[in-house]
């Protein structure tokens, strides 16, 4: 039996597959500038290329589109406050997490798993959000921890949580 695809189907139905949160951060006047995003992935190890999808209506995107380039940071379970904070709008997103850049100019921000610095290879169009392939030009390892998942609207994926809603 199928169900006609409307946007609040098609949102609770993908809400299902759990993913990881990250922070999409790029410099623009040399100022920081980033989003959060759960819509990232590999794409191809030769050559080495991530892809993310910002919405079309993200005042962040465009800003770091114009730089060229763009890191991932991946964020820990212990960074509910960042995801937050950069998942608003109009927040000082900055101010809740010490950052730095990378000899060749990447953001990275202060306790996360992992980060890639990429250079925008392609953009393509993907209905309400933009489809960006970025060649990984610099990457490492943080932290070992747990990482931030999203999963069915929530970030809080302790036992009680999956176990109940089975």
């Known amino acids: 039996m199928s169900t006609p ?5 098609f949102r609770n139905v993908l809400g299902h597959f759990c993913t990881g949160v990250t922070v999409v951060a790029g410099l623009d006047r040399g ?5 959060a995003c759960q819509s990232f992935t590999s794409l191809s190890l030769d ?3 991530v892809l993310f999808c ?3 209506t993200s005042t962040s995107w465009p800003r770091i ?3 060229g380039r763009f890191s991932v940071n991946v964020l820990a379970d212990d960074q509910r406050d960042v995801c937050a904070a950069f998942g608003a709008t109009s927040a000082p997103k900055f101010s809740v997490v010490g950052w730095r850049r990378t000899a060749a ?4 921000l202060d306790g996360v798993l992992t980060w890639l610095d990429c250079s925008i290879e ?3 169009d993907g209905g309400d959000h933009d489809i960006v392939v970025g060649r990984v030009r610099e990457l490492g390892v943080e932290r070992d921890h747990r990482p931030l998942l999203f999963y069915r609207g929530r970030h809080d994926l302790d036992e009680p949580f999956l176990s109940e809603h089975q």
């Open 5 to 9: 695809v409307d946007a609040q189907t």
């Open 31 to 35: 100022e920081p500038v980033g989003l």
């Open 47 to 49: 050559p080495p290329l």
């Open 54 to 56: 910002p919405g079309r």
């Open 65 to 67: 589109r114009n730089g």
């Open 105 to 108: 100019g990447a953001v990275v």
């Open 122 to 124: 392609a953009v393509h």
